[in-house]
């Protein structure tokens, strides 16, 4: 997420399936708790001054770097064998190596679409028993799901949070919206009647120049986002239509309004298009600030804002990390999941140097930790929009093995949807309902 290369792989992680899994064995400190201090290690192998080395396969240097080298000041010890693995080969390095009987690493990453396709695998330490003992009501329910292998226990926890609403331009929302005020703007546009409305007028006062958004792949991230359904539903059938016919239908409803501009997600052109004087509204996750918005707009400073549709949030990505129950390491890896995201010098590391904040909730009973006045957003401060707004109401639907293939239909569908303006929801439901049937032949689409 420190690129667009990074945002790429956060929202396409349609050709991944990856799952950072870190576990704990026996030690002096396994009965501690799982947020303990670096102090409490002293007895553990991380701390003992015996020599460790953790393996690692990632891609994210902005992250692993950092964060390592924090760890090893204050566990000298502790070596990292890093194995750069781009991210879309990740989970066929992670399925070749199980075919092959050949050792994962101590640590795994996972980005989200596939994540349920790997919690599904019996690989990872169940991180609710001793003495790990993380509990639910430690984490934010928008992580909590993502969190879930298929039995309810967790094995992984999120690197970061994601909550993301919709970022805007203040000039053209006053122009075409008649405010550029966030709470103002988020009781206009509260639902999708008065955001199609807006749309039509944008489209009639630019005299067909301007666009609410630029793509519908970020529109497509928040319908679904803000319509958090579990895929599989009660009966076990593959729900294609419980947890997506929705959000088809008003992808279509908004495309028919002329709210949605036909550039393609990631592309060149709508990279400009933040730059531009055409498009109003971006959906945006809280990385979309640093590496969507800012790099591709460097002289919108003071120009742009953020708002949520009646004040719902939505998840938008996030990466995973957990430990191989297999590991040689598995105290260490754990002890360095647990810097990352449940330490304060971690959690202090990790928001410093990668902007990630994490999913464990007691850093955020001090406002300071979350608080973002940001001159770029007009002043707004945007952590505690961000944050303390919308994070806490956040929900995620529960992870299944079948998410990664829904989502490229969906993908698949949606651009049709945008191609072809006869194309109804009717036959994009349509079409998807029969895609999934022919990717998953064995399992019942609904």
Known sequence: MKNMTRALSMMLTVTMALVCFTGCGNSDTAGKPAAGTAADAASSPA????KVTLTYWGWDSNFYKPVMEAFKKERSNVEFEVTEVASGDYVTKLQQSLASGTNLPDILCSELNYRGQMLAIDMWEDLTKAPYNLKDDMFFEASLNVMKNPEGKIVCVDETVCPSAIAYKRDLAKEYLGSDDPDELS??????????????????????????????????????????VTLVNEAGAVDFSGKYKRVIENACLLRDAGAIDVLEQWSAQENAAYADSSHILFPAANWSLEFSIKPNAPKGSGNWGMFAPGGTGYSWGGTALGVNKDGANKETAWEFIRFCTMEDAGIKTMKEKCDYYTAYKKPYEDKNYTS???????GQDIGAFLYQNLLPGIKTAKATKYDGVAYEVLVLVLNNVIADKSFTAEQALGQALEEMQNRLPDEKIV
């Not at 701390?47 to 015996?50: H, P, V, Y």
């Not at 973002?372 to 007009?378: A, M, N, R, T």
């Open 372 to 378: 973002k006045k940001d001159e770029y957003f007009g």
């Open 47 to 50: 701390g003992s001054g015996e």
């Open 187 to 228: 009781k206009r546009l509260s639902d999708l009647d008065s955001i199609c409305k807006a749309a039509k007028q944008v489209r009639e006062k630019s005299g067909g120049k301007a666009f609410l958004f630029a793509s519908m792949g970020g529109v497509m991230e928040w319908l679904r986002g803000t319509n958090p």
